[in-house]
Nanobody
Framework: QVQLVESGGGSVQAGESLKLSCIAS????????MGWFRQAPGKEREFVAS????????YSADSMKGRFTISTDNSKNTQYLQMRNLKPDDTAVYYC????????????????WGQGTQVTVSS
């Protein structure tokens, strides 16, 4: 069992940056594949980026490559999502997720979810 708590969301102007954090508790952080998803109003939850459980390979959604960067600090059981040059289309609730499997790139891969943090980007 792992508990995930996101923070760092907020309201920004287009072109600005935000850094989201996700603290994991309950099990050793490195036991899981970790990732970020987002869900915009009226849309399905979509994959943003993730780390594989073994080897720490990074996966990123093509539409966000170059603007969004995932990172982790295993000593703090924390993963981050650095978001740059934000656009109004990035407005969504951002979720931290964990998987007991090798990797997490789809909603179905996730075994645990955080409560989400709202990111709002205005033009």
């Amino acid at each position: 069992q792992v508990q995930l708590v996101e923070s760092g969301g907020g309201s920004v102007q287009a072109g600005e940056s935000l850094k989201l954090s996700c603290i994991a508790s309950g099990r050793t952080f490195s036991t899981y594949a970790m990732g970020w998803f987002r869900q915009a109003p009226g849309k399905e939850r979509e994959f943003v980026a993730s780390y594989s459980r073994i080897g720490g390979r990074i996966y990123s959604a093509d539409s966000m490559k170059g603007r969004f960067t995932i990172s982790t600090d295993n000593s703090k059981n924390t993963q981050y999502l650095q978001m740059r040059n934000l656009k109004p289309d990035d407005t969504a609730v951002y979720y931290c997720a964990a998987s007991k499997g090798y990797n997490i790139t789809t909603v179905r891969d996730a075994d645990y979810w955080g409560q989400g943090t709202q990111v709002t980007v205005s033009s």
